[in-house]
């Protein structure tokens, strides 16, 4: 069981070029969501999603896109890359939003670095 | 709104020594209550849960009681390991009667550091 995966784990980028995070689950998880770390600040919400065809914001989401055309995947994209955007980055994701109390399954990370 | 709030650390301790890593929270309704660790390297994975008052979640040694007189879920184990050493983050996700999303919200993480 794959459980929930992230590729690439590394990545450096120019600033101004784009890109694209994955992130695939197998678990038939309704919920999925980006989160980025940050040294003192723990880890913030970028978007969500509760479903295929639905995407909402989370706390930080200017600067990256995203959408949910299949249960499995949930792709963050960076439209134009800044170093501020330089963070590791976690895919979560959970059973359906009802069960408030399911815990979140999460990727092992992608390391992203914007010079 | 919600938050959580625990110490960024780190802590350090020698092996065997008690743990405590205070967690405390405010929450618009009524929050189920969760320890995460993050191995080095890795993401986050539970480590424990709490889904309502006076509940106790354990798990690998580790133990925490949702208290909701103090609004506090405190992390404790009784004698920790080097293995223990990690980013322990406490979190919550609160019910919503009408339904619809409920965000989870973490804490900045506390670092555990246990030396031989």
């Known amino acids: 069981n794959a459980g929930v995966t992230q590729t690439p784990k590394f990545q450096v980028l120019k600033t101004g070029q784009s890109m694209t995070l994955q992130c695939a689950q197998d678990?038939?998880?309704?919920?999925m969501s980006w989160y980025r770390q940050d040294p003192g600040m723990g880890l913030r919400l970028i978007h969500y999603?509760?479903?295929?065809?639905?995407?909402d914001q989370g706390e930080v989401p200017n600067g990256y896109n995203v959408s949910r055309s299949t249960t499995e995947d949930f792709p963050l994209r960076l439209l134009s890359a800044a170093p501020s955007q330089t963070s590791v980055y976690f895919c979560?994701?959970?059973?359906?939003?009802?069960?408030?109390?399911?815990?979140?399954?999460f990727g092992n990370g992608t390391r992203l670095t914007v010079t | 709104g919600d938050s959580v709030t625990q110490m960024e650390g780190p802590v350090t301790l020698s092996e065997e020594a008690f743990l405590t890593i205070n967690c405390t929270y405010t929450?618009?309704?009524?929050?189920?209550l969760f320890w995460y660790v993050q191995y080095p390297g890795e993401g986050l994975q539970l480590l424990l849960k709490?889904?309502?008052?006076?509940d106790k979640g354990s798990n690998k040694g580790f133990e925490a009681t949702y208290r909701k007189e103090t609004t506090s879920f405190h992390l404790e184990k009784g004698s920790v390991q080097v293995s223990d050493s990690a980013v322990y983050f406490c979190?919550?996700?609160?019910?919503?009667?009408?339904?619809?999303?409920?965000?989870?919200?973490f804490g900045i993480g506390t670092k555990l550091q246990v030396i031989p």
């Open positions: 979560a994701s959970s059973t359906d939003i009802s069960a408030y109390n399911s815990p979140l399954h």
């Open positions: 678990m038939n998880h309704e919920y």
């Open positions: 999603s509760v479903g295929a065809g639905i995407t």
């Open positions: 929450a618009t309704g009524y929050p189920s």
């Open positions: 709490a889904t309502k008052a006076d």
């Open positions: 979190a919550l996700r609160v019910f919503s009667n009408s339904g619809g999303y409920q965000k989870v919200t």
